[in-house]
């Protein structure tokens, strides 16, 4: 994407970058997060270990989820990320444990 507005003569650091969130949650364990993507797979045609790798995913315990939030900021150059809405527990966890943390 980046290029391309490179060759059309825009800046490509004037784009903003969003990706959207639709499962989040958070285990409290990496086990508990395999489990989880072991229910889940099967309804979206994927295995066990692809689920996890989908950008729109986010199951992991809060260690992994902020490495992976970190990353993905990273390498997709994010300029905000949009969370469905699992709950004010999980969203609070989010808030307090995990978003702080990605720089």
Do not use: C
Not at 12 to 39: C, D, G, H, M, Y
Not at 79 to 86: K, N, T
Request: hydrophobic share 40%.
């Amino acid at each position: 994407m980046r290029e391309e507005a490179k060759r059309h003569g825009r800046d490509p650091k004037s784009i903003a970058v969003s990706a959207t969130n639709f499962q989040l949650i958070i285990s409290e364990s990496a086990a508990a997060s395999r489990a989880t993507a072991e229910q889940m797979a099967g309804m979206f045609g994927v295995t066990p270990a692809e689920l996890p790798r989908l950008p729109i995913f986010l199951i992991r315990h809060a260690g992994g989820m902020r490495r992976r939030a970190q990353a993905a900021k990273e390498e997709w150059d994010l300029s905000e990320v949009i969370f469905s809405y699992p709950g004010p527990d999980v969203m609070r966890r989010l808030g307090e444990e995990i978003l702080p943390q990605v720089k």
